[in-house]
């Protein structure tokens, strides 16, 4: 794993713990999918990345539902979805018709790290259900 990637897995670690909290992104008080980018975005590049724009917790909900993708395309670089690339963001459609509204950072080939509500941030199994779900892949921006 390139030196930025490995820093991206070390940095989302460091939030393993931090609880569910709907639009924040403090590490170790709260965060949700979005604000675990953020605060690797952050910790990588030494500046807040962006705010969180308002949007809803329901993955059915069909509001803002380009949100996410427009807010991976400004601030992050988009990759070709496979192979999996360790240390970027992979946005995931938690269904069939819906658009992306979950986010992830791959840790390696087999674990992925997410914000879950009523869980928090974890590092679980990348099982072929949530393979299934990755709609795009994008990399950090490098520190220049």
């Given at each position: 794993?390139?030196?930025?990637?490995?820093?991206?897995?070390q940095?989302?670690?460091?939030?393993?713990?931090?609880?569910?909290?709907?639009?924040?992104?403090?590490?170790?008080?709260?965060?949700?999918?979005?604000?675990?980018?953020?605060?690797?975005?952050?910790?990588?590049?030494?500046?807040?990345?962006?705010?969180?724009?308002?949007?809803?917790?329901?993955?059915?909900?069909?509001?803002?539902?380009?949100?996410?993708?427009?807010?991976?395309?400004?601030?992050?670089?988009?990759?070709?979805?496979?192979?999996?690339?360790?240390?970027?963001?992979?946005?995931?459609?938690?269904?069939?018709?819906l658009?992306?509204?979950?986010?992830?950072?791959?840790?390696?080939?087999?674990?992925?790290?997410?914000?879950?509500?009523?869980?928090?941030?974890?590092?679980v199994?990348?099982?072929?259900?949530?393979?299934?779900?990755?709609?795009?892949?994008?990399?950090?921006?490098?520190?220049?």
């Amino acid at each position: 794993m390139n030196a930025p990637n490995l820093r991206a897995v070390q940095a989302a670690r460091l939030w393993i713990g931090t609880p569910y909290r709907h639009q924040s992104a403090q590490q170790g008080a709260g965060c949700d999918c979005l604000g675990l980018i953020v605060g690797v975005w952050r910790a990588l590049n030494g500046a807040r990345a962006f705010e969180l724009p308002p949007y809803s917790n329901n993955w059915r909900d069909r509001s803002h539902a380009s949100a996410l993708k427009a807010l991976a395309q400004k601030h992050l670089y988009e990759v070709d979805k496979a192979p999996l690339v360790q240390g970027s963001v992979v946005l995931m459609q938690l269904r069939s018709g819906l658009p992306a509204k979950h986010c992830a950072i791959i840790a390696d080939d087999d674990h992925f790290i997410h914000a879950q509500e009523r869980i928090g941030v974890v590092e679980v199994p990348l099982s072929n259900w949530w393979r299934r779900r990755i709609v795009a892949q994008y990399k950090f921006p490098e520190r220049p």
